[in-house]
């Protein structure tokens, strides 16, 4: 039974491995939970504590209903998770502690409260600012031990208050009070004991969560159950298909991966990042393209999707799945995708063919190609091979097709019948894909009784 927990500058993941066993995110951010859902095995339960909303667009509260409307348990607390519990616990978001107890009742209404800088994930989001509702909690204990009087704790409020919340921290604060002419003696008693009597409400409403969540997944509760109808919206479903492309984890338990640190690797290789950025570009607009014009994959689509796969992949159904990290959900989303895929490339192939020149251009590699293409045909013409045929050639369409496949693919058995191929390739008829192949090979047989290098045929 999966938790989900955001966390960041109030805890770090492993302060709250120390209290329940749960998958930790870094801070929410728009989308966030709407990948958390897409998660196999869905969680039972997402926490939301720490969110970001300053440098990124903050959590929405639509992806935190849709949450709920697919029957995932949300509980908030502290910071981030706190506001958006206030604002939605009629809809059955669980608010949890003191923090959301002040914004429910209107006693905190600034955003600003609970808001800290922070450093990067390298650093465990370090808290490099001190919330307000912090700041609130540590002069009311200076207060209740005598540490310091109330004029002097109504002093250090207004002048935190004033702050931008970044700016707020204990020196900086201390240094203004001093500054503005507030009793030395005070401050300095107070700057001694506050090592000491420092206190946080919201990491105090984090781990009071973590309790509530612990003791209610012990319960084994059944799916939430919304009571409100959840309206899909153009806006929605846009944010809907961003999202669900991207999970934030792959894989489960031990093998449990967070995403951005595989992409991470292909982003160290940037010639095939941009490859493959390209190519996700073409898959995202297929699928919105079917999706447009309705196309539904049924089961034998998505057979005949899995067939093909498997088979251009070289391996047996367990091992892809154990390679990709494909569990029952995600491989229904893949399968589902690829169906959609296949469909737009053979509903486009002609727009497609239309394209391919000014791509090469594009990508910088029809030059190569049409070198390649000039030295064939020169080799050809000094031949009498130019109108060759595979009859006249002597050479059977199946010696030909054997000899490619070991120079493109040595050591791997033919994929395939001909059909097949041909078609994978681009070409219009079998006779085409013969052609081709007979140009070639007499095109390597001449360069190399000549000595004469060949370009590589691959794309760079």
């Known amino acids: 039974m999966s938790v989900v927990v955001f966390c960041g500058p109030t805890i770090s993941a492993a302060e709250v491995h120390e209290q329940i066993n749960a998958i930790c995110l870094p801070p929410a951010k728009h989308g966030d939970i709407l990948r ?34 697919q029957g995932v348990h949300v509980f908030g607390a502290a910071s981030m998770g706190a506001l958006r519990a206030a604002e939605l616990c009629e809809f059955g ?53 005598r540490v310091i009087g109330q004029e002097m704790k109504n002093h250090l409020i207004d002048l935190a208050k004033k702050l931008f919340y970044a700016d707020r921290c204990w020196p900086d604060l201390i240094s203004r009070a001093r500054t503005s002419g507030l009793d030395s003696s005070e401050l300095d008693a107070f700057e001694v004991w506050l090592p000491i009597g ?30 409100f109808t959840f309206e899909r919206t153009e806006v929605w479903d846009c944010d809907h298909e961003a999202a669900h492309s991207l ?13 951005q640190d595989i992409l991470d690797e292909l982003r160290l290789i940037p010639g095939d990042y941009a490859r493959v950025k390209r190519e996700a570009l073409a898959r995202a607009l297929s699928i919105r393209e079917a999706r447009r014009q309705g196309i539904d994959a049924g089961p034998d689509e998505k057979e005949r999707a899995l067939r093909t796969w498997l088979r251009e ?15 029952d959900a995600e491989l229904e989303t893949f399968l589902n995708e690829e169906a959609l895929v296949h469909w737009t490339e053979a509903a486009l192939e002609q727009v497609v063919q239309s394209n391919l020149l000014n791509t090469l251009r594009s990508r910088g590699w029809l030059a190569a190609l049409i070198e390649r293409a000039e030295a064939k045909q020169l080799a ?21 097709l054997g000899w490619f496949w070991r120079q493109t693919f040595p050591g791997q058995i033919q994929m395939g019948p001909s059909e097949t191929l041909a078609q994978k390739m681009g070409f219009a008829e079998v006779s085409e894909m ?3 192949l007979l140009r070639e090979y007499l095109f390597r ?6 000595c004469i290098p060949i370009r590589s045929s691959g794309l760079t």
Do not use: C
């Open 247 to 259: 999970p934030q984890v792959i894989g489960n338990g031990a093998n449990t991966l967070l995403v």
């Open 93 to 145: 978001m669980v608010g949890i502690g003191s923090i959301f107890a002040d914004y429910h009742s209107g006693l905190i209404e600034d955003d600003d409260e609970v808001a800290v800088e922070h450093g990067p994930a390298e650093l465990g989001f370090l808290p490099l600012s001190e919330a307000m509702v912090d700041i609130r909690a540590t002069l009311d204990a200076a207060l209740r031990g």
């Open 313 to 327: 992949r070289r391996a047996g159904l367990q091992r892809a799945l154990e390679d990709n990290r494909l569990g």
């Open 445 to 450: 047989k001449y360069s190399e009784e000549h």
């Open 434 to 436: 013969n052609r081709a």
């Open 198 to 227: 420092r206190a946080s409400r919201k990491r105090r409403d984090a781990l009071e969560m973590l309790a509530e969540v612990s003791n209610f997944i012990a319960a084994d509760p059944p799916p939430f159950k919304a009571n």
């Open 36 to 69: 958390a859902v897409e998660m196999s095995p869905k969680p039972r339960v997402i926490a939301i504590i720490d969110g970001f909303f300053r440098t990124v667009p903050a959590v929405r509260h639509k992806e935190i209903l849709w949450a709920l409307h």
């Open 380 to 400: 050809l013409r000094a031949l009498g091979k130019e109108g060759a045929t595979t009859q006249t050639s002597g050479i059977s369409p199946t010696a030909l």
